[in-house]
């Protein structure tokens, strides 16, 4: 059984050591389970930690609602959710590695799965564990590494996944409740970039699984920020490879090499709110902190 209390404090290629209390530069990803980190925003973790500002990684839950070893889907005969999680969660810890996150913190709560699973009903599940608890754990990171930068999902979890928005709920919960977050940033892939990357994916012969809504991701107008983190692709798609338990749903591992660096050298993002002095328009989300 995975403690539900499972936190890896100041982990750091893996080490345990406690995190130093300072106001240096610091990032914080809000992410759901293990495997999101990379996305919507290896890049712009790798890039960071390459430019020496603190990153921090706070996964939410461990993930048993994926495929198991054998590939068994969530809801089959013989599907291992404790195997699982114990996977997905090593499989974290070589992704944090491979994009030198300096401190991972793991919440260690149960995979809600998709919405409208019947996992949805678990009480253990992240989505109904009660906000002050949850959010009121995060705080107490958000005190513990005063991230000037901190990055989540937007209030629809970028798809409607459960675990995703209360990521999102737990995030803005706990940067209202500290006020240690500067700026606070939600993940976004902008439509026109998802109706080009299947366009040029079915051109290049890859089998894919669903077609996008046409109001699927972002609005192009409303992002704020892109981020170029071409320099750090190979990390980033190592980090993906990481997570071979998932591989199976990650359809840009099926892409031309070509294909993937295209689709990995910029992340996008649409600012919530920022109370410094920056940009508009930004190309780097530490704008107007150094």
Known sequence: MIDSGVRDVGWTTGTLEEPRMTH????????????DEVLGTGGLLARSAAEGIRTVLVTCTNGEQGDDSGGLKPGEPGHDAEEVARRRLAEVRESAGLLDIAHLELLGYRDSGMDGWSTNDDPRAFANVPLDESAGRLAELMQRYRPQVVVTYDENGGYGHPDHIQAHRIAMAAAEKTGVPDKLYYTAIPRSGIKQMFETARQAGVELDFDPPDDFGTPDELITSVVDVSAHVDAKRKALEAHA??????????????????????????RHYCRIDAPEKEEDLFAGLR
């Open 245 to 270: 338990s998932q591989g199976e749903n990650i359809f840009l591992l099926r892409m031309p090499e070509e294909m993937q660096r295209a689709a990995f050298s910029f992340e996008t993002f649409v």
């Open 24 to 35: 240096e530069l610091t990032l914080m990803a809000v992410h759901a389970h293990p495997d």
